[in-house]
């Protein structure tokens, strides 16, 4: 029994929905039957939370003092779940998911420069690209692309 709770926790971690607070989790589900109810899974411990207020009544702020969150980060999780449905109680990493100002057109644009084999310097082509498509680029973001370009060129 213990290996495979231990399979379900490195698979937990892997998904990224280890829970990473199981000693805030105080529900009396949680402590009665351990072998179904995991605190360390930390979908159905935010799932049990929502069912708490949703088909049970119980108030917010018990439920919250249960699972020692705040009432904001429940609020947030209700309002993901009546938008999202089960998919809203999935962590998602906070920020862009990927660049906004390095479009399709601006890679392509790159690409073109480097094929020419001009050799052209990251300075110069922040240039041509602020030019050509009105956007500003950090330099870093070009010496990644053009190094990535040549790898692949050379490879």
């Known amino acids: 029994m213990k290996t495979k709770m231990a399979q379900k926790h490195k698979n937990l971690m892997e998904a990224g929905l280890l829970n990473p607070n ?14 179904f109810f995991d605190a360390l899974d930390a979908l159905q411990v935010r799932y049990e939370m929502l069912r708490s207020h949703e088909v049970d009544g119980e108030s917010v702020v018990e439920i919250c003092k249960r699972y020692g969150i705040s009432r904001q980060t429940f609020y947030n999780l209700h309002e993901k779940f009546l938008r999202e449905g089960s998919a809203g109680l999935l962590s998602k990493k906070p920020g862009p998911r990927a660049p906004s100002k390095l479009t399709k057109s601006v890679l392509e644009f790159v690409e073109q420069q480097v094929k020419r084999g001009s050799g052209i310097g990251t300075i ?7 030019d050509k498509f009105a956007v500003s680029l950090h330099r870093r973001t070009i010496e990644k692309l053009l190094r990535e370009i040549r790898s692949k060129k050379n490879s």
């Open 22 to 35: 199981p000693d805030r989790v105080f529900d009396p589900l949680f402590q009665l039957h351990p072998e």
């Open 124 to 130: 110069e082509l922040l240039s041509r690209i602020e």
